[in-house]
């Protein structure tokens, strides 16, 4: 057997040991701490230079196996053991939801190729750099074991897409689309949003994630503040000001895109997608202390691109269309969210918690239409809202032809389909459906 000398950090007294790493004839790697000769990890399948690499986070022959734990989940065509390691919290778009995930089939996520290319890769004893670890050349993404947590994936490529978003390119509002400045969100160094807590004695994380909770009652003045270091901020953006006339766009599928400079000159851009309507009379629940209604509503993904391989800095939250006093047609950051599946899950809670339908007025209770069984809820909920729909397109003409309104946009959706419409529809497909 041939020996091998190398520094492992020894955790947790965090001192330096000379060790031996011993090779077996059955091929393994066994590593032995020289001064007591205790065997500190054995390994079939990873070398010394893995472990020397791993520097005591993480177990190389542990992330080996966890692979191969992916590996036969696939094999064996396992969704719920899949999705069981599954983390949803990762980046946007990178994992479908569970809950929807298992409304399919295996084979209607994951094709052939997708199969063959996870199973024939050989698993990692070490991560693509901060990137993670990974199977099949990116098909699949994942951090092994570590201390007591469990092993997850976080990141799927090349798999069927199951959410539905919106076919609309942008946010428009009377025809015109909305200019990606609008849409201020929390500073990726927080110091935007911790000005606005201190000057208003709000707690941070309450702030951060729901905004909208607090104008008209901890912060009454909507208008932007002078910061600690001399700047005017907003949270709320005039859309007089935000968004001009014209302006051109980057190319970027369902993304409205446009090119910036730095203040060092370097060229960046912002960016925002449509990801799914908001009904406005929950909207305007999101901000009950605000004096308006709100018009429009939607969940949004915004980002900067900051350069370099981190890409896009980028938020997913929930924002109004309202119009203040003052500003007048404006965009209200309602409701952020830590990923686009927090997110999801948060408009199928709320869709839940009203039994799918709510049909009371913007900011008041109303009554609820539901059986209990989900299946039948869920056919209620498209029945009303595809009535609602219907309703509302056609509402909202008229009232454009009589003057009332310059585009459809603007009209509110409480007010292209009246609470006592709505009371209707509700009925109708309750008695349809129950």
């Known amino acids: 057997m041939k020996k091998l000398l190398l520094l492992l950090l020894l955790v947790p007294n965090l001192v330096m040991a000379e060790t031996t790493s011993v090779w077996g004839d059955d091929g393994s790697l066994t590593i032995i701490q020289s001064e007591n000769k205790d065997v500190i990890k054995k390994s079939l399948n990873c070398s010394a230079e893995d472990y020397k690499y791993a520097k005591g986070d993480y177990d190389p022959q542990e992330a080996y196996d ?42 209607e996520i994951f094709d052939a190729d997708w199969v063959n290319s996870v199973i024939s890769s050989i698993p990692q004893c070490g991560p693509l750099g901060w990137r993670g670890f990974m199977l099949g050349s ?33 946010w428009k509002n009377n025809k015109k689309l909305i200019h990606p400045s609008c849409f201020y969100r929390p500073w990726a160094s927080g110091d935007n949003y911790e000005e606005y807590a201190e000057r208003f004695n709000i707690e941070v994380k309450k702030l951060r994630y729901a905004p909208g909770q607090f104008f008209g009652s901890k912060i009454k003045n909507l208008e932007p503040i002078t910061a600690s270091w001399g700047d005017k901020i907003p949270l709320i953006n005039s859309l007089e000001k935000c968004s001009p006339e014209n302006f051109k766009t980057i190319k970027s599928d369902k993304s409205i895109r446009i090119a ?144 009332e309104y310059n585009a459809v946009e603007e009209v509110p959706w409480n007010i292209g389909v009246s609470p006592g419409v709505r009371d209707h529809f509700a009925e109708q497909c309750f008695d349809e459906y129950k």
């Open 66 to 107: 966890f692979g191969v734990k992916i590996q036969s989940l696939v094999k064996g065509k396992n969704l719920e053991g899949i999705f069981n390691l599954v983390d949803e919290s990762g980046e946007s778009g990178s994992v479908p939801r569970k809950s929807l995930a298992l409304k399919y089939s295996f084979d």
């Open 138 to 170: 990116g098909s699949i993404w994942y951090n092994p074991p570590k201390d007591k947590s469990e092993g997850v994936i976080f990141g799927f490529n090349g798999v069927k897409e199951l959410e539905i978003f919106e076919d609309e390119a942008g």
């Open 260 to 403: 910036i400079e730095d203040e060092f000159g370097s060229n960046m851009y912002k960016e925002y997608s449509v990801l799914k309507r908001f009904p406005a009379e929950k909207c305007s629940k999101l901000a009950p202390h605000i004096g308006k209604l709100c018009k429009q509503s939607y969940l949004l993904e915004s980002g900067d691109y900051i350069g370099g391989s981190m890409g896009v800095a980028s938020e997913v939250g929930i924002y109004g269309l309202f119009d203040l006093p003052k500003l007048g047609l404006s965009i209200v950051p309602l409701r952020f969210f830590d990923s686009t599946n927090a997110a999801l899950n948060y408009l199928d809670e709320s869709s839940l918690n009203d039994c799918g339908i709510d049909i009371g007025a913007a900011g008041q209770g109303g009554k609820e239409y539901c059986t209990g069984n989900v299946e039948k809820d869920d056919k209620i909920r498209r029945c009303f809202e595809a009535k609602s729909t219907k309703e509302y397109k056609t509402r909202s003409k008229e009232f454009v032809a009589m003057g």
